[in-house]
Nanobody, 128 residues
Framework: QVQLVESGGGLVQAGSSLRLSCAVS????????MAWFRQAPGKEREFVAA????????YYADSVKGRFTISRDNAKNTVYLQMNSLKPEDTAVYYC?????????????????????WGQGTQVTVSS
């Protein structure tokens, strides 16, 4: 059974940094594209960042570009999201997602429908 477990969330002040981790078990992530999504209270889930199997290609939402960095360590079966210069509007539950389906295109990876595996989420709260 594939499990994704996020960690690293918390309460921080605006301008701070956090690094989220997503540890995967039950499947080797080297066969998966990985992504982070987030959902704020009362809002739809939204795409944050995605990374292809090798780590050579990444995509970001415009709202986080230049502040967030997605990376992966296939040897540790873990994906990361480094979040810098956090803003109150970054407050949300952050979810890790994985897919083994082929194709890693900007228009495709931004849709949650592409991902078959999801974690339970980790809360990130940014105070002003």
């Amino acid at each position: 059974q594939v499990q994704l477990v996020e960690s690293g969330g918390g309460l921080v002040q605006a301008g701070s940094s956090l690094r989220l981790s997503c540890a995967v078990s039950g499947r080797t992530i080297s066969s998966c594209a990985m992504a982070w999504f987030r959902q704020a209270p009362g809002k739809e889930r939204e795409f944050v960042a995605a990374i292809n199997r090798s780590g050579g290609t990444t995509y970001y939402a415009d709202s986080v570009k230049g502040r967030f960095t997605i990376s992966r360590d296939n040897a540790k079966n873990t994906v990361y999201l480094q979040m810098n210069s956090l803003k109150p509007e970054d407050t949300a539950v952050y979810y890790c997602a994985a897919t083994s389906s082929p194709g890693f295109y900007s228009s495709v990876v931004r849709s949650g429908h592409k991902y078959g595996y999801w974690g339970q989420g980790t809360q990130v709260t940014v105070s002003s």
